[in-house]
């Protein structure tokens, strides 16, 4: 089976992995590997804190992939020798003042009635587990089984891990679909080249929507979310593990590393492939974060970027066939296509391959969005 994946942010590297382990002979096409979204997320790995109402499918996909992530490190350290980061320390959710508390008291009641196991810290408790919190930290949501990874280094590693197999890397732009007797047959390179495969994946992020080639309605239906990220340095620890806060009703998070990086996120802005740091989003992200981490104005400045998640209309993944035979999609995993990769991998690559797909996949069909897609 040739398989021919357009992107190669996470999305696109674990299922060439993924794969190719199944005895696929793999194609990836990107100009620049790695160089969308998954360069810039920060690498929660929280389901549970992440949880809005009416995204509970959302919330079963991302806890399966959450509890596939220990393995999916493992595997990936073995077979590449590379560190991704990955921690499994818990996620801290504190609230700034009393009405964040009201909201985050809300979400523990939905968290319970989902059967969620969450722990209520009061506002001591919340200092207990993270003495630089300020003294007003108001109380707090433990999720101790919610995580993080470096998405800097998931990436190089499910790159030699996919090259360690075959995978073959072609560094170009796809241009277009190769579509005869109304079927995908290839991949068309902005250099004209060609390049054939019995079925071809789509997983080019926020810019899926731009091939040509497609029929009408196999386009999806995906667009470019900004977010900025601010990270620090510290020579010290500073965090024990992932901070989320609620800080007058504006969400802010800050997720420590091991080699002392700090990264602190995110705005959500809907301007298009606009990737312009603003003086403004930089100013929210440091004032939040600096009412719930005063010491945080004592750290080193280290970088400041700004991404493009790929959103899609109910901020869910679009993956598996569409109306065009040998066509699939793989792409609009908006907030969460690093916790997502284990288990959207897992799912592409059976789906790919003709074998037995995930039930938790199952919902996110692109056939979701009918009119769009078929
Ligand atoms: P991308 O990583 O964007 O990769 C797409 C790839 O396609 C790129 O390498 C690009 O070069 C390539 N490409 C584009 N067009 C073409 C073409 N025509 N031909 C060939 N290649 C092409 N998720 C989490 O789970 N946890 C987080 O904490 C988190 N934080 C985030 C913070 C920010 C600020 C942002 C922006 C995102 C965050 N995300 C997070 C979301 C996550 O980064 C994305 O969902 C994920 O990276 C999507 O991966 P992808 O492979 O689909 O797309």
């Avoid at 999305?11 to 360069?39: E, K, N, Y």
């Avoid at 072609?170 to 390179?189: I, P, Q």
């Avoid at 930089?282 to 939040?288: A, N, P, S, Y």
């Avoid at 750290?299 to 959103?311: I, N, Q, S």
Wanted: one cysteine or more; aromatic letters at 4%; a negative charge.
């Amino acid at each position: 089976m040739q398989i021919a994946i357009i992107g190669a942010g996470v999305i696109g590297l674990a299922t060439a992995w993924r794969a190719a382990q199944g005895g696929a002979a793999v194609t990836l096409v990107d100009p620049a590997p790695a160089s969308g979204a998954s360069s810039v997320a920060a690498g929660m790995l929280t389901p549970v804190s992440e949880l809005s109402y009416g995204e509970e499918p959302l919330l079963r996909l991302g806890l399966a992939s959450r509890d596939r992530y220990g393995a999916f490190a493992a595997e990936l350290a073995e077979a590449t020798g590379l560190d991704t980061g990955y921690r499994d320390d818990g996620t801290l959710q504190v609230a700034f003042d009393a009405d964040d508390l009201k909201l985050l008291d809300d979400l523990r009641a939905f968290q319970e009635g989902l059967g969620i196991p969450v722990e209520a810290l009061t506002g001591r408790e919340c200092r207990r587990a993270e003495p630089m919190l300020a003294p007003g930290v108001r109380g707090g949501l433990l999720a101790p089984e919610d995580g993080s990874v470096d998405p800097r280094r998931l990436a190089p590693a499910l790159l030699a891990a996919g090259e360690r197999l075959g995978v073959r890397l072609v560094r170009r732009r796809a241009e277009g679909v190769l579509v005869e007797r109304d079927a995908a047959v290839g991949v068309r390179l902005d250099d004209g080249t060609e390049i054939r495969a019995d079925r071809v994946l789509l997983a080019a992020g926020p810019w899926s929507g731009d091939l040509a080639g497609l029929p009408p309605g196999t386009v999806p239906p995906v667009r470019p979310v900004k977010g900025q990220v601010i990270r620090l340095r510290t020579p010290v620890p500073f965090l024990r593990r992932t901070t989320r806060g609620l800080v007058k009703g504006s969400s802010v998070y800050l997720v420590p590393r091991a080699d002392g990086e700090i990264v602190i996120g995110a705005t959500q802005e809907e301007l298009g492939f606009d990737t312009r740091v603003t003086a403004g989003g930089l100013w929210e992200l440091l004032r939040d974060a600096r009412e719930l981490l005063p010491g945080i104005t004592e750290l080193e400045f280290a970088e400041v970027t700004a991404g493009l998640r790929p959103g899609s209309p109910d901020n869910a993944p679009l993956m598996g066939p569409t109306a065009l035979p040998g066509f699939y999609l793989g792409t609009g995993h908006f907030r969460n296509g690093i916790l997502l990769a284990p288990v959207s991998a897992d799912a592409l690559a059976a789906m790919l391959l003709d074998g037995p797909v995930p039930e938790v996949a199952a919902p996110f069909s692109p056939a979701r969005f009918s009119t769009e897609v078929q």
